[in-house]
């Protein structure tokens, strides 16, 4: 099992800049599993925005390639999203995953990213 909390969020205006984390705990399989960040603004569905597996290959949604960045952190057990060039689009919660680890995923319970025009 793994816990998930997300932290980081919170208001900025257009063109700035938020890093989020994501802290794991409960477990010793974080450096084993991919490790996900994925958005869900009001109204829309849960979309991915940045996905690092275990070696450390990134891949980004085409709507913040270029302005975001995924790392991670295994003797931290945290994974991070650093987000610049906020747009008001990018107004979200933002939710991290973890997994698959034996078909099961797991899930934090989000922070806010609210970017003002």
């Known amino acids: 099992q793994l816990q998930l909390v997300e932290s980081g969020g919170g208001l900025v205006q257009a063109g700035g800049s938020l890093r989020l984390s994501c802290a794991a705990s409960g477990g010793s399989i974080f450096s084993r599993v991919v490790m996900g960040w994925y958005r869900q603004a009001p109204g829309k569905q849960r979309n991915l925005v940045a996905v690092?597996?275990?070696?450390?290959?990134?891949d980004y949604a085409d709507s913040v390639k270029g302005r975001f960045t995924i790392s991670r952190d295994n003797a931290k057990n945290t994974v991070y999203l650093q987000m610049n060039s906020l747009k008001p689009e990018d107004t979200a919660v933002y939710y991290c995953r973890a997994g698959p680890y034996f078909d099961t995923y797991f899930w934090g319970e989000g922070t806010l990213v609210t970017v003002s025009s």
């Open positions: 690092i597996t275990t070696e450390s290959s990134t």
